[in-house]
């Protein structure tokens, strides 16, 4: 019996062969979630990087408009607001996909990029607003190291929805499938990071500011 199970047709002992597909699968899924985490870390370096010049350039005004003249708060707690509830969005989206509910799962997906829409609308509006009140980033050290932290993290968003509208195709194409499943699992990790370093933005430039 032994070497039957051994020496005969591969047919023959179907369950050996499919526990080696799994493993193979779940180390290359494994393998694709370890690197999107070192990809993030060095983003958070680059986040770091801007935080850190902000913090040595925010008195430097040289003359021009300080925090306090400029920045809107109760715009900018709205669009705080809109990037939180975003984050839920993903996070429903993220349980009809466990659930293996694509109808569902594309349904939240669409309406996170419509909010991640409406927050890269609402900052550049806000941007608007300061050029044409002349405070352009070549003003001062603050308005340069403001526009640069601010509109990076905008830029972010922005890829943020590319990619989903990308995973809407893939969808469509393919339904839930494993690698897709993985993909998913990288962007609710982008998108949580870029929550994450908003706040910090919110309270470290905007509060911070305004309080100063």
Not at 90 to 103: I, K, P, T
Not at 126 to 145: D, H, K, M, V, Y
Request: glycine content about 10%.
């Amino acid at each position: 019996m032994a070497s039957h199970a051994l020496n005969g047709d591969p047919a023959d002992n179907p369950t050996f062969y499919l526990v080696e597909a799994d493993e193979h699968d779940h180390s290359a899924g494994g393998g694709t979630l370890l690197g999107f985490w070192i990809y993030l870390m060095s983003d958070a370096l680059i986040f770091a990087s801007l935080f850190a010049v902000y913090g040595v350039m925010a008195t430097s005004y040289a003359g021009g408009p300080t925090p306090r003249e400029i920045f809107e708060l109760p715009l900018v707690a709205v669009n705080t607001a809109i990037l939180l509830v975003s984050s839920i969005t993903y996070g429903f989206s993220m349980l009809a996909m466990e659930e293996d509910r694509l109808g569902a799962t594309r349904l939240w997906l669409i309406v996170t990029a419509l909010l991640g829409l409406a927050f890269v609308g609402v900052e550049m509006y806000e941007f608007g607003n300061l050029i044409a009140e002349g405070a352009t980033p070549q003003r001062s050290g603050f308005l340069s190291a403001f526009f640069t932290l601010v509109a990076t993290h905008g830029l972010h968003v922005t890829i943020g929805v590319i990619w989903i509208g990308v995973m809407l195709v893939q969808l469509v194409q393919r339904g839930l499938h494993v690698e897709n499943k993985r993909r998913l699992q990288c962007l609710s990790m982008f998108w949580h990071f870029l929550d994450v370093v908003w706040i910090g933005v919110f309270t470290f430039v905007y509060l911070l500011g305004v309080l100063r």
